[in-house]
């Protein structure tokens, strides 16, 4: 609960002051396999969060994931937008499996 109430300070600050990382700021949320409760959040302040596109291969969690959907929005800070990207993430399919059986 702390973290995030530090991390919306930390935005609301950066928003203020209106310094570099206002330009490159955004928040990408990682939701595996359509399940709302298994959402992730990051902020990128400084953009150095890399945002895949649809139909990558991205490793999170230890495990493969294939990106299905990028949804993109804005939140309203003070008087900023920051972008926030929704990724949606699923298993990839195994087709490897389907051939090898003849």
Do not use: A
Request: glycine share 6%.
């Amino acid at each position: 609960m702390w973290g995030y109430y530090l991390q919306r300070t930390v935005l609301v600050e950066s928003v203020k002051r209106g310094d570099r990382s206002m330009k490159e700021m955004k928040i990408v949320i990682y939701r595996y396999n359509s399940d709302p409760l298994s959402e992730e959040r990051e902020t990128d302040l400084y953009g150095e969060v890399f945002v895949p596109q649809y139909g990558e291969i991205v490793h999170r969690k230890g495990e493969s994931w294939k990106v299905v959907k990028v949804d993109r929005d804005h939140t309203v800070g003070d008087d900023k937008r920051i972008p926030v990207l929704r990724i949606h993430l699923t298993r990839p399919s195994n087709r490897t499996s389907e051939f090898s059986r003849t």
